[in-house]
């Protein structure tokens, strides 16, 4: 028995519009067209595409709000909601002052941070060269450890460096609250510290006595400035050698406010744990945990010290009495040795009495009872006095020369002087000079 249709032609056939092929026991077996088959796959794929490209954009979506949310936890820990009130409080126009950069700007500018653009590393974080869209290069601090002092001690110098406009403090100008440490962003100091310049010399740059007192005077207008000058007192409690940045003409600029405070105007200190680098810590300070204007006074005398010695505040290869930089300094001047610790490289330019003048004001920074030195305007006020008297006696020797040589230069042109070997052509010539050449007799 047959099971094949009779109206199987050629083992093919179509039922239904569809193609039919006969199976191994002779009966049809639909199909679906091949064209169906490739739309159907065509729909398919299409579905998945846009099934893939819905779930990128899922994706994309999540991951921006959860870097939103990151962002937002990062800008509350790293102290913005503080830095907030605080301007507020202060009534600072921040935004006109200062700018709140993005990471990405930031990651950019440092090439993610790259370990060859560290310029320095310190307490209180590294320091990383950058440059940004503009082309402008800048100094990026990113906080070493995230803790609440080191935070404290960031969003501090914001408010702080806000407020001060001044040519010899490092300007802030902005920084990045949205990333796992806070980041500060200064302008670029390209000559280093002055810690550098003092004792790191090299034959190839000659350090000069003019240069330190230039430098030290810029240093104490800067901190006279901070004292008295702006809105509100503002001690800077870190005052040492490698916190003094040099730019391209080697102009002094006060740098590292982290530990720095705000006073009000009629207050006299302020009662802190005791913070600082020993060398150039205040004594009644250390003892007593009160800081007064007169500390950063003591820390200055230091500097100018390291800049008339070229030593270490604190150097173990002393003796034990002269292990601090201080006390040697003292002792040498009540000994009238002044010149056995002056540093070389200045001392054979002579300016001796010029020394003598700075060391006795470095003398009464140091005094151990804040109140007898003096204030750093005081300060300022003397420095300048005696880089005026520089400069005065270089004009003088400058005017001497001049006269010296225009001495030698009309010396042939005397009154005796005549043309000639007949008496009646004699020529007076500094008569002639005074008489205008269109009036006769």
């Not at 050629?10 to 199909?31: F, I, K, L, M, P």
């Not at 065509?42 to 921006?64: E, Q, V």
């Not at 430098?215 to 503002?234: D, K, M, Q, R, V």
Request: aromatic fraction near 10%; glycine fraction near 6%; charged fraction near 25%.
């Amino acid at each position: 028995m047959s099971y094949v249709n009779e109206c199987q032609t050629d083992h093919r056939g179509y039922c239904g519009g569809e193609e039919t092929y006969v199976n191994t026991y002779g009966s049809y077996e639909c199909q679906e067209p091949k064209v169906n088959i490739v739309l159907i796959g065509f729909s398919s794929d299409l579905g998945a595409l846009f099934l893939l490209i819905g779930a990128w954009f899922l994706y994309k979506f999540i991951t921006k709000r959860k870097a939103f949310k990151r962002r937002k936890q990062f800008f509350k820990r790293n102290g913005g909601l503080l830095l907030q009130q605080q301007i507020y409080a202060e009534e600072l126009n921040f935004g006109a002052k200062t700018k709140l950069f993005s990471s990405k700007e930031l990651q950019k500018a440092t090439d993610n941070f790259n370990l060859d653009r560290v310029l320095g590393q310190g307490g209180q974080g590294t320091v990383y060269k950058g440059m940004l869209a503009d082309g402008k290069i800048v100094a990026v601090k990113k906080s070493k450890i995230v803790d609440e002092d080191k935070l404290t001690e960031f969003i501090n110098e914001v408010i702080i460096l806000s407020q001060i406009n001044h040519r010899n403090v490092v300007k802030l100008l902005g920084c990045c609250l949205e990333t796992e440490v806070p980041l500060l962003v200064y302008e670029f100091i390209p000559n280093g510290t002055l810690s550098e310049y003092i004792h790191d010399q090299n034959e190839e740059f000659l350090f000069t006595w003019e240069m330190r007192l230039r430098i030290a005077t810029e240093i104490a207008g800067a901190l006279s400035y901070l004292h008295s000058a702006a809105s509100f007192p503002i001690y800077h409690r870190d005052i040492k050698s490698s916190n003094i940045l040099l730019d391209e003409k080697l102009r002094a600029k006060v740098a590292n406010f982290g530990t720095s405070k705000s006073v009000a105007i009629d207050q006299t200190h302020v009662t802190t744990m005791v913070h600082g680098t020993f060398g150039y810590l205040d004594p009644e300070y250390f003892q007593s945990s009160q800081f007064t204007d007169k500390s950063d006074v003591y820390s200055f005398g230091v500097v100018i010290m390291e800049l008339l010695t070229g030593q270490k505040p604190i150097c173990l290869k002393r003796l034990e009495e002269g292990r601090s930089l201080a006390t040697y300094f003292i002792m040498c001047m009540e000994e009238n040795r002044l010149f056995d610790i002056i540093d070389p490289q200045i001392l054979k330019e002579g300016k001796n009495e010029e020394m003598w003048g700075v060391a006795n004001l470095v003398k009464r920074c140091l005094y151990l009872n804040g109140r007898y030195r003096p204030t750093m305007k005081e300060v300022a006020t003397e420095l300048e006095a005696i880089q005026k008297s520089i400069k005065t006696v270089a004009d003088l020797q400058s005017y001497e020369e001049v006269e010296y040589v225009t001495t030698e230069i009309t010396e042939p042109w005397d009154v005796s002087t005549t043309v000639g070997s007949n008496p009646s052509t004699s020529i007076d010539v500094a008569l002639s000079l005074d008489e205008s050449p269109l009036l006769s007799k």
